[in-house]
């Protein structure tokens, strides 16, 4: 498990928080915020999720602009999960771009 930085650990503020600075700040992956906030991927991505929510309840929203296959250019714009897919669903290829985050203030 990854340890958060310690300059982190002395401000008052949550992992979720963090976030959304980090995110305020313009369009970032998941491994983009896993090294600004000092937690892994897949924690972020479990966090991104509630912060959806928290977003949501104060007038803005979190944008994600999805994957993309670099063989054959499907874009998953159905996806729910924010993850990165694993493979391609069309060619089955496994170069593909990471889903980046932004929020948008309403």
């Known amino acids: ?3 958060r930085d310690p300059q982190l650990e002395s401000r008052s503020h949550t992992v979720r928080q963090d976030l959304a600075l980090a995110l305020r700040a313009g369009p970032a992956t998941a491994r983009d915020l896993s090294k600004a906030v000092g937690a892994s991927e897949k924690e972020v991505l479990d966090h991104l999720v509630h ?3 928290t977003l949501r309840a104060r ?3 979190l944008v994600i602009t999805p994957a993309e296959c670099l063989e054959c250019g499907f874009v998953f714009t159905r996806r729910d999960k924010p993850a990165r897919p694993s493979r391609c669903a069309r060619c089955h290829g496994g170069r593909l771009t990471l889903p980046e985050f932004a929020i948008r203030e309403r």
Request: proline share 0%; glycine share 12%.
């Open 1 to 3: 498990m990854k340890r």
């Open 51 to 53: 912060l959806a929510k």
């Open 59 to 61: 007038g803005a929203e």
